[in-house]
T-cell receptor, first 114, second 113 residues
C-alpha cells in the first residue's frame, strides 16, 4: 500500500475484554514495529519484527500482550483482559530492513478501555 | 543505559524566527542512529532527518538542519524561518544497533503568526 495502514482507528472496549489491533505495513518492508504512546509515558517500544520473527519482544508490558506477523506482511497486536492502563494510542511502523532505513508510521489506533 | 533526553517541554516562537530543539542521548553502542521526527496534530509521526554514529559533518535540508557533537552526546535540530505549519511535537530518537528505537519525551513547538 501507499503507507502504513492501521485498523481500527479508534477502539473503545470494556475492561476485561480482549482486543486485536491490525497493521498493514508498506509493501516490501521487512521490518515492522509496534509502539505505544500514552500521556505521561511518551513513546514506548513494544515489539519488533524482522519478517515473521520477533527478535526483540522486550517492550511488551505483560503477558497479556502478544503480537504476530504472518506472510511477512500484516501484523496483529493482541491485548487480553484489557485494563484501563492499556488505554493509549498504538502506533505501527515499518521500514525496508531496519530503522537505519527510513521508518514510516501509521496514524495509530486509539484504544480506550472503560 | 540507553536514553534520550529532550529537556525542552514546550517552545513558543513567532513566525520567521529560527528555533533550535535540544536533544542529548546516551548509548554504549558504537554503531547507532539518531533521528528527528515530527508529530503534527493529525498524529502521524513523520521522519525528518537521520544521523549515523560515524557522521561528523552537519547537514542542512531545506529549512531543517542539525548540529551534532559527540563530545557532549548532543543532537540538536534547527528550523530556520519557522512557519505556523511547523507547530507540532518534535521527537528525538536513538536506534542503538539499528533496530529498536528509543524516543525522547518530545518538545511541543508553537509557532505564532
Amino acid at each position: 500500500g501507499a503507507g502504513v495502514s492501521q485498523s481500527p482507528s479508534n477502539k473503545v472496549t470494556e475492561k476485561g475484554k480482549d482486543v486485536e489491533l491490525r497493521c498493514d505495513p508498506i509493501s516490501g518492508h521487512t521490518a515492522l514495529y509496534w509502539y505505544r504512546q500514552s500521556l505521561g509515558q511518551g513513546l514506548e517500544f513494544l515489539i519488533y519484527f524482522q519478517g515473521n520473527s520477533a527478535p526483540d519482544k522486550s517492550g511488551l508490558p505483560s503477558d497479556r500482550f502478544s503480537a504476530e506477523r504472518t506472510g511477512g506482511s500484516v501484523s496483529t497486536l493482541t491485548i487480553q483482559r484489557t485494563q484501563q492502563e492499556d488505554s493509549a494510542v498504538y502506533l505501527c511502523a515499518s521500514s525496508l530492513v531496519a530503522p537505519v532505513n527510513r521508518t514510516f508510521f501509521g496514524q495509530g489506533t486509539r484504544l480506550t478501555v472503560v | 543505559a540507553q536514553k534520550v533526553t529532550q529537556a525542552q517541554t514546550e517552545i513558543s516562537v513567532v513566525e520567521k524566527e529560527d528555533v533550535t530543539l535540544d536533544c542529548v542521548y546516551e548509548t554504549r553502542d558504537t554503531t547507532y542512529y539518531l533521528f528527528w521526527y515530527k508529530q503534527p496534530p493529525s498524529g502521524e509521526l513523520v521522519f525528518l532527518i537521520r544521523r549515523n554514529s560515524f557522521d561528523e559533518q552537519n547537514e542542512i535540508s531545506g529549512r531543517y538542519s542539525w548540529n551534532s557533537q559527540k563530545s557532549t552526546s548532543s543532537f540538536n535540530f534547527t528550523i530556520t524561518a519557522s512557519q505556523v505549519v511547523d507547530s507540532a511535537v518534535y521527537f528525538c530518537a536513538l536506534s542503538p544497533g539499528g533496530f529498536k528505537t528509543i524516543f525522547g519525551a518530545g518538545t511541543r513547538l508553537f509557532v505564532k503568526a
